[in-house]
Each structure stands twice: as C-alpha cells, then as structure tokens.
C-alpha cells in the first residue's frame, strides 16, 4: 500500500488567495483526519470524518476552512481567504476503526507558506 | 479542560543511556495513549501505545508505562542511539463535546549524541 498521500508537497502563497489541499487515505480505511502542526500550537486536529461524513469540526480555526469528503478515497481542505497565521504544516491521516482503538496513519503532509 | 501536559520539552542523551519521557493528561475516563515518532522534515508515526486495562507494554528497547489513579504515562527508551533523535509526541483518547479525540502533547525533542 502506498500509504496516505497528500498534495502538494509545498505550497507558497500569497494572502487573500485560496488554498486547496488534497488528501488520499489508506484503502479501506473508515476515518479520515486532518491536523495542523505549528511550533506555537502543536499538533492540532481540525476535522475528522467517518465514512465520508464529518464528525467533529470543532478544531477548524474559523470560517475561512472547509473540509470536504465526496468519496472514500478522497479528501480536501480549503482555506479560502488564506492569511499568513495560516503558514504551518498540514497532514492528513487515516485510521481503519475508531479513533481510541487504532492507529492513525499519517500523511507526509503539506507545507503551507502564505505571504 | 481537554489538557496533555509533555516534559521535558527537550532531552539530550549520550548514546547508550536511557530517556524517560513523562505526559500527563486530564480526563479519567481516557483509555487509550499512543505515542509518535517525528524526524526532522517527516510525519509523524507510531511507535508504541497502550490502552487502559494495562499497566506496562514493550517493544525492544520501548516501553510505555501508564498510571491510571496518577493520570500519567511514560515512554522509556533504553540504550539509546542517534537514530532516536527525533521529537517524540505522545496522545491522549479523550471524548468530549460528544465526539472522540486524539489530544497530543506539545513535544520532547530528544537528541542522542555518539
């Protein structure tokens, strides 16, 4: 298996423009996440899904972030005016089962820049 | 509040001594604590985890001790060696606002000098 893949890899941007990331879980994987890594803030988890549904979006920072799931196999998050607080690694992960039960696979993840 | 307490925030070792990494976290009924492996520029992975209905697990030269009254849980690597040098993020289950999380601690930068 390829593992999860993300992309890009790095993206550079300029404030005000919209960011489009991409995500590709482990097949027949059930879950879906996304975090944000910052050396201020951490690790943090904006959304998850569950078979294509969003379960909890509380972590998603405010209204500029969207999260979309159309199939099993795919996966997007949008920030849409970036700003450069934005700049931070984002990965992607998958699990096969619930989240206090199995492991979380990540991504290599997408290093955002906003100017 | 949902809180996972990590120290030391960095360690430095020599090759071949061990490194304890502590993490606390604030809600009893969690039961479940994996801990991460992070290199320079790569993702996070798994290296070890234990669920609540034990005490100790190991792997080789990992181990992972949780404390269930004291709401602690230690990762121990013994015989330390450069390729361990990494940051090291352990994780708490935890269910609140309705949903199940995964809440990490801040990070232990560990540095094993040959």
């Known amino acids: 298996d390829a593992g999860v893949i993300q992309s890009p890899r790095h993206e550079v941007t300029e404030m005000g423009q919209e960011v489009t990331l991409r995500c590709k879980p482990i097949s027949g994987h059930d879950y879906l996440f996304w975090y944000r890594q910052t050396m201020m803030r951490g690790l943090e988890l904006l959304i998850y899904?569950?078979?294509?549904?969003?379960?909890?979006d509380s972590g998603m920072p405010e209204d500029r972030f969207s999260a979309k799931m159309p199939n099993a196999s795919f996966s997007t998050l949008k920030i849409q005016p970036s700003e450069p607080r934005d700049s931070a690694v984002y990965f992607c992960?998958?699990?096969?089962?619930?989240?206090?039960?199995?492991?979380?696979?990540f991504g290599p993840g997408t290093r955002l820049l906003v100017l | 509040g949902e809180n996972v307490e990590q120290h030391p925030s960095t360690l430095s070792v020599q090759e071949g001594d061990s490194a304890v990494i502590k993490c606390t976290y604030s809600d009893s009924a969690s039961n479940y604590f994996p801990w991460y492996k992070q290199e320079l520029g790569k993702r996070p992975q798994l290296i070890i985890d234990i669920r609540s209905n034990v005490g100790e697990k190991k792997d080789q030269r990992i181990a992972v001790t949780l404390n269930k009254t004291a709401k602690h849980f230690s990762l121990h690597i013994t015989e330390t060696q450069p390729e361990d040098s990494a940051v090291y993020f352990c994780?708490?289950?935890?269910?609140?606002?309705?949903?199940?999380?995964?809440?990490f601690g801040a990070g232990t930068r560990l540095a094993v000098h040959p």
């Open positions: 992960a998958s699990s096969l089962g619930r989240i206090y039960q199995e492991t979380q696979y």
């Open positions: 899904f569950n078979n294509n549904v969003p379960i909890d």
């Open positions: 994780a708490a289950h935890l269910f609140s606002g309705g949903y199940n999380k995964l809440i």
